[in-house]
């Protein structure tokens, strides 16, 4: 449902080109380590995940690497790891009213 999640970064004034969605079926493939140190990435929204994925030794499941490292963009969970429209538009919201997440001008 990634133009559901358009939509709301839209009401943001967020250019949908900064969003990349990871669907549940490619994270155990996905290359966390790529995140570190990367400023691409500013904030990571975090649905249902594998417990164990790539690139994640050292942790004990792909959750603890996403939320305990600090060389990774910030990482909210969503409303019980559960995306759905209404988690994702008050986690960006929260993000977007703290500064922390900033608006396109």
Known sequence: RP?????????????KDR????????ITNFKFKELEYNSNYRLILVG???HKARD???ENSLTELIF??????????????KITKTS??????????????????
């Open 88 to 105: 994702f538009k008050s986690a960006i919201k929260k993000e977007v009213d703290s500064g922390y997440l900033l608006q396109d001008l």
């Open 56 to 58: 994640i030794e050292g």
């Open 3 to 15: 133009k559901e999640f358009e939509g709301i970064l839209k009401e943001f004034n967020i250019s």
């Open 68 to 81: 305990k490292n600090k060389s990774i963009a910030k990482a909210v969970g969503l409303d019980n790891f």
């Open 19 to 26: 969003l990349k969605y990871v669907q549940y079926s490619e």
């Open 48 to 50: 249902p995940v594998p």
